[in-house]
């Protein structure tokens, strides 16, 4: 049976504090009060391994292929026309 959280305690913190807190918690994929718990009892907190969009990855490792394959045979032109691609590609899944 997991154990319920039930204690509190109140912390007063200014609020550059505060958002400092909430940035760290937002880094690490946890909301504040599991953040500070991890933090106060002393435990390791990691940054939040991004997610991937698997399309988007797919079609970088496409395009980068055709870029070295063209790279390698010294096709100057499709070189260029490959990095415009990847241009594209990125600026596709860029936020």
């Given at each position: 049976m997991k154990d319920v959280l039930t204690a509190r305690i109140n912390l007063r913190l200014m609020e550059a504090e505060l958002a400092f807190v909430r940035?760290?918690?937002a880094a690490?994929?946890?909301t504040v009060s599991e953040y500070t718990r991890q933090v106060i009892l002393g435990r390791r907190?990691?940054?939040a391994t991004p997610r991937v969009d698997a399309s988007a990855l797919s079609e970088l490792r496409r395009?980068?292929?055709?870029l070295k394959h063209h790279a390698a045979a010294g096709n100057s032109?499709?070189?260029n026309a490959a990095l415009e691609e990847l241009a594209r590609?990125?600026?596709r899944i860029a936020p």
């Open positions: 940035a760290q918690a690490a994929g946890m907190v990691k940054a395009v980068g292929g055709l032109r499709d070189v590609a990125a600026r």
